[in-house]
């Protein structure tokens, strides 16, 4: 139990216990939201710089690529970066406005906003994994089908399509697990201080 917990339990249930202004509870909060908003924004900003950094580093063969494969690359590559970009902006946003703010309410409405960010944010980052494997799967298929036989064309389009779905899928699990022990953990903590916040307000 950390610090903000331990002393909310005791202002609610100890009468012994030094009594806490309501207004040292509710600029605790908003300390600790900020915190965890920041830390939203210097993941997602890491996650950005180390995905632009393997995209550079990421040996490619120019040769299996179609010309088709370079202008989708090149337009999903700038829609993605992009949308990104709207969701760090974002979140930088939610925590100059916590940090900044000294109203209740505009706070509830940061946190709001910042839970439905990070819910687009992960959901965004998975459908672009799909994408991804989905499209690589189609060009290794046309690239590597070139005059086969219809035989053997059916049998890889099965194989390939069953073994990169499967490890599709596992893929997502891990990166949905990595999801859930980061932002889903934060986005717990900010619920928490959304409850309390709403509590003390209506209790006032």
Not at 14 to 23: H, Q, S
Not at 136 to 162: C, S, W, Y
Request: hydrophobic share 50%; with cysteine; net charge positive.
């Amino acid at each position: 139990m950390d610090g903000l917990d331990l002393l909310k339990q005791h202002w609610n249930k100890d009468n012994n216990f030094p009594k806490v202004d309501k207004e040292q509870i509710k600029s605790m909060l908003y300390k600790s939201s900020s915190s965890i908003v920041k830390w939203i924004f210097i993941i997602s900003v890491i996650e950005l710089a180390l995905g632009i950094v393997w995209a550079f580093i990421l040996p490619t063969d120019e040769r299996m690529h179609s010309s088709i494969y370079n202008v989708v690359y090149i337009v999903f590559s700038v829609v993605f970066y992009v949308v990104i970009g709207y969701f760090i902006y974002n979140f930088f946003a939610s925590y100059r406005n916590i940090k900044n703010t000294t109203n209740t309410k505009i706070l509830l409405e940061t946190i709001l906003n910042t839970r439905k960010h990070v819910n687009h944010y992960i959901q965004f980052n998975i459908y672009s994994i799909i994408f991804t494997f989905a499209f690589v799967t189609i060009e290794m298929m046309a690239m590597d089908l070139i005059d086969k036989t219809a035989g053997n064309i059916i049998f890889q389009i099965i194989f390939m399509v069953v073994f990169i779905s499967l490890f599709c899928w596992l893929f997502i699990l891990l990166v949905k697990v990595y999801y859930k022990i980061l932002y889903r953990r934060l986005v717990r903590k900010l619920d928490k201080n959304y409850e309390e916040l709403v509590r003390i307000e209506e209790g006032s």
